[in-house]
């Protein structure tokens, strides 16, 4: 899916390097190399720089995947691998960063909506979900998801693409 958030023009700096998002140069998003510092206290962070924001993609790893592909993750600890574990994990990561705009992959659709999505929702947190697409193809459970600080962005539009290409597993 395609997703049309609203912020002003920007460009974003990555090791010194300028990468054009936009045909105006009158704003600069600043983007450190770094890692990321840790959230602030009171959300006062996101919103005392308006000029600069996090993004930042998770591949959650869908739980039926593991299960399928049991033979990948054998040097992982049994008790690492449960979703119950792995979203809470999941969730302190996220909340840890508070990126601005949140992309996950291999969100699998019951978790995804029952576990992540009502916390990463709540007020404190200030998430709105843009966009989840379902992979389309047959026995897929999982898709991908696009979220942002909703008191920083504002949704102006969407528009659906399909996750499935043909004669592909």
């Known amino acids: 899916s395609t997703v049309n958030i609203q912020h002003q023009p920007l460009h974003v700096q990555h090791h010194r390097s300028y990468v054009s998002l936009a ?3 009158d704003s600069t998003i600043d983007v450190p190399s770094t890692k990321a510092a840790p959230r602030a206290d009171t959300g ?3 919103k005392a720089s308006r000029g600069s924001f996090r993004i930042m993609t998770y ?13 990948l993750y054998r040097s992982c600890r049994d008790t690492d691998l449960p979703w119950s574990t792995r979203s809470k994990k999941l969730l302190n990561e996220i ?3 508070a990126p601005t705009i949140l992309c996950v992959q291999e969100a699998q659709e019951k978790h995804f909506f029952e576990d992540m999505l009502p916390v990463l929702m709540q007020r404190d947190n200030g998430y709105q979900l843009a966009v989840y697409k379902k992979r ?3 026995n897929k459970y999982d898709g ?15 528009k659906e693409v399909e996750l499935f290409v043909k004669d592909h597993p």
């Open 95 to 97: 909340l840890f960063y």
């Open 44 to 46: 006062d962070e996101q």
């Open 59 to 71: 591949n959650m790893l869908a739980d039926y995947l593991i299960h399928e592909n049991a033979y």
């Open 136 to 138: 389309t193809s047959e």
């Open 23 to 25: 045909n105006r140069s």
């Open 144 to 158: 991908c998801a696009i979220l942002f600080k909703k008191d920083v962005l504002e949704l102006v539009d969407t």
